[in-house]
């Protein structure tokens, strides 16, 4: 397999510090900051500033530097509508289908990685699990399309959920609860439980983020 580009490795380190904290909303950065950092010379580095300015990651002004891109407010309330519409339906239909023994068993072992990381305070893993598990709950649904459309906001739910941890602390504990509240409602079959539990999840969230 051929290595990445170098351009393509600036862009894969400044994504990833982007969208876990190392590089928090409103920071400011510069070519010459990031060069040193990566080891890299400007080349490759504005390569990568350029497409992560394209994908709304990052804000460049002549004479300003590089500025990490805030999550906006309508950004946050457009987000988490869409994601309560999605998964609140997805839920609801989960409850209603039989599970195999398989499906039942990939989510108890994401709630249990979740608990592991409650009990060490790991934010940043826990996150992961944490984007992983409401993947997981429309992916047991099999809708194709809602499938896909939950791989293209992995990198926005990973991102939106580190901030709400890092905005309340307290909020992993009870984060980690609701989704086993959630998947305990979609075992019992009770679709409207289920779906009032992620719309109040989500709800919570949206609500730090705004705030």
């Known amino acids: ?8 490795q600036a862009y894969t380190h400044l994504k990833q510090s982007i969208l876990d904290g190392t590089y928090p909303d409103g920071a400011l950065l510069t070519e010459r900051t990031l060069s040193e950092a990566l080891a890299m010379s400007r080349t490759p580095i504005r390569a990568a500033v350029d497409r992560l300015e394209q994908e709304g990651y990052l804000h460049c002004a002549p004479n300003r530097g590089i500025t990490v891109q805030e999550i906006t407010l309508r950004q946050a309330k457009d987000f988490f509508d869409f994601r309560i519409a999605l998964e609140c339906h997805a839920v609801r239909q989960l409850a209603g289908m039989h599970l195999p023994v398989g499906d039942r068993e990939c989510i108890d072992a994401n709630l249990a990685a979740q608990a592991d990381c409650v009990r060490d305070n790991e934010l940043i893993a826990f ?10 709950l429309v992916g047991l ?3 194709q399309e809602m499938i896909r459309t939950m791989d293209r906001l992995q990198d926005m739910l990973f991102r939106s959920a580190l901030t709400v941890l890092r905005r309340d602390p307290g909020r992993i504990i009870a984060s980690q609860e609701d989704h086993a509240a959630i998947w305990d409602a979609v075992v019992r079959q ?12 989500l709800d919570y969230g949206m609500s730090i983020l705004i705030r």
């Open 1 to 8: 397999m051929p290595h990445a580009s170098l351009k393509d």
């Open 127 to 136: 996150t992961r699990h944490d984007s992983a598990f409401h993947r997981l």
């Open 190 to 201: 009770d679709a409207d439980k289920a779906a009032a539990l992620v719309r109040a999840h």
């Open 141 to 143: 649904y099999g809708n």
